[in-house]
């Protein structure tokens, strides 16, 4: 998780102040010490942090309080308000328009990453429909053409460039011109950078800017400077309309607050934030997101979002057995594939409320290794085992056994891969007896749950959640949200196969066994425990 240190500590003092008895100014007090304390040790500029508990302390002034305000609740809500103003420039960010040609040229410092953003922005902007392509305009950089067409070829979005022409504007226009024949929407030109803002950076922007006549410009920062970005975004600033502000590098990096705080302080927008080098690991900037997951509240409309860009509601054949109450092995594959198609885990579960903090810190590659031997059992199935609904393993066990050899997995491991299908069958039966839901989810629409059915569901998935969690959610009431959001919002996906992801992904601790994580049933497969990871 991005800033994870830094989101810890919030969450720990947030914690203390709802476990406190009584509210008074000396609680108050010691609570925005120990959140002053974490922010500037992410670098904070100190005059933000001395804002920040200024506005706090006239918002929850105990001497013109009314009687009876939960004083737990004013402070809770101040909190995440000033966290949120401190990365909020309040500036409406950059979206292409589809159906016309968006150029947008990308500048910044050498060692920002600015070619590995480029390839991710492209492919960001592929999922969400829109034809992208790339144009490799570095050519003061050795390698940089080969690095843009590796990443280029293995995201699968069209490139130009070129080994022999010098003039980075000439490629700039000539790959302009080759594209927009070609009616592409989202068209991303790379630049050269250089180790410091000289004069040469600046006059070399400015001649591709004239022969490309971007419609926007984007820079990319360097997150592990801390507060020294303000003045960087500010040079460039004023040396070429900058539209959006990239930050990269924030996988775990402790400057990182200090880094966005202060580009925000200039008034530009973030947009995205890097972090980490695989294509997924860039993130969408919404400040209000952003601060809910630091303090572990999830954000499950970034879920529905993510979820929405899987277009899991156009499977019709899904949404059919879903309304009859059926629910195989096949259609647990493919929702399996879908979620390891949305990105790293850690990302996905971040979004989640409730999830406890050690399996967030847990690394990626033992949950991606669990799904990848769950889909490996499946792929070593046949077409009557895939389209049951597993009563046929009872039946003839020695289909158990040949699966295990074929795939290389115990037997032990595939009865507990068709013990955790049982469950989500299960759950399907119940959300089947909801006809409206289904009904409003091929029409992309959220359906009326019926009030008796969703406490049946509820009581469903309380039982199949490890206890830890569900303390976690805020018990039952927590869970009652939550699937109120599920059936409820989101848009087209989000009450759907929206919905249904969200729940599996919640439901992915009982797919471990034995040993793991307290409370989750063990990501990591047997003995997973709580080993960290770092994405890279």
Excluded: W
């Excluded at 922005?121 to 080969?146: P, S, V």
């Excluded at 949950?367 to 049951?388: I, Q, T």
């Excluded at 119940?430 to 749950?449: D, H, Y």
């Excluded at 049946?456 to 569900?470: D, F, H, I, R, T």
Aim: aromatic content about 6%; hydrophobic content about 40%; proline content about 4%.
């Amino acid at each position: 998780m991005v800033l994870a240190e830094l989101g810890g500590k919030l969450k720990n003092a947030v914690r203390s102040l709802m476990q406190e008895s009584a509210i008074d100014e000396k609680v108050l007090d010691q609570f925005l010490k120990e959140i002053s304390l974490a922010l500037l040790e992410a670098d904070v500029n100190v005059r933000l942090v001395q804002s920040l508990r200024t506005n706090i302390k006239k918002i929850v002034n105990f001497d013109e309080l009314a009687a009876g305000v939960n004083k737990k609740r004013l402070i809770d809500k101040a909190i995440y308000d000033e966290l949120v103003k401190l990365v909020d420039p309040g500036v409406e960010p950059y979206k292409p328009v589809k159906g016309k040609p968006n150029v947008i040229m990308f500048v910044g410092l050498q060692g920002a990453g600015k070619t590995t953003t480029c390839t991710k922005l492209a492919h960001h902007y592929q999922r969400k429909g829109y034809k992208t392509c790339l144009i490799a305009g570095d050519t003061f950089r050795a390698g940089a053409f080969d690095q843009l067409k590796q990443n280029a070829t293995k995201a699968k979005i069209p490139y130009y460039g070129s080994y022999t022409e010098n003039d980075p504007a000439v490629l700039a226009k000539e790959g302009i011109e080759k594209f927009k024949k070609e009616n592409f929407e989202v068209i991303i030109v790379d630049t050269s950078g250089r180790h410091k803002q000289e004069q040469a950076l600046f006059d070399e922007m400015k001649q591709i800017a004239e022969a490309a006549n971007p419609d926007h410009y984007i820079f990319v920062m360097d997150g592990t400077i801390g507060q020294a970005a303000e003045l960087q975004a500010r040079a460039f600033k004023d040396a070429v309309p900058i539209g959006s502000i990239i930050v990269t590098k924030l996988d775990g990096h402790a400057k990182g607050g200090g880094a966005i705080s202060a580009v925000a302080a200039t008034g530009s927008p973030i947009i995205f934030i890097g972090t980490g080098e695989h294509i997924h690991d860039l993130d969408s900037f919404i400040p209000r997101s952003f601060v809910s997951k630091l303090l572990g509240r999830g954000d499950l409309g970034g879920l529905m979002e993510t979820v929405k860009d899987m277009k899991l509601d156009q499977n019709k054949n899904l949404l059919k057995n879903l309304e009859q109450g059926v629910f195989t092995i096949r259609d647990m594959r493919d929702q399996l594939q879908t979620i390891t198609s949305m990105g790293p885990m850690s990302k996905i579960m971040s979004m989640m409320p409730g999830i406890p903090e050690e399996l967030l810190q847990m690394g990626d590659k033992e949950g991606s290794v669990r799904l990848k031997r769950f889909l490996c059992m499946m792929d070593s199935m046949n077409d009557a085992e895939l389209d049951s609904d597993g009563k046929i393993f009872s039946q003839q066990p020695n289909r158990i056994y040949r699966i295990a050899k074929g795939s290389g997995t115990a037997v032990r491991e595939v009865e507990e891969m068709l013990l955790q299908f049982k469950k989500f069958a299960d759950m399907v039966k119940t959300m089947g007896a909801n006809k409206s839901l289904f009904k409003g989810m091929a029409q992309g629409k959220p359906g009326r749950v019926n009030p008796n059915q969703l406490a049946q569901m509820q009581s469903q998935m309380s039982k199949m959640m490890p206890p830890g969690m569900m303390q976690q959610m805020g018990g039952m009431g927590g869970l009652q949200n939550m699937m109120q959001q599920m059936m409820g919002g989101g848009g087209p996906g989000g009450a759907g196969g929206g919905g249904l992801q969200n729940m599996m992904q919640q439901l992915m601790g009982g797919m471990g066994g034995a040993g793991g994580l307290p409370g989750m049933g063990g990501m990591g497969g047997r003995g997973g425990g709580a080993g960290r990871g770092r994405r890279r």
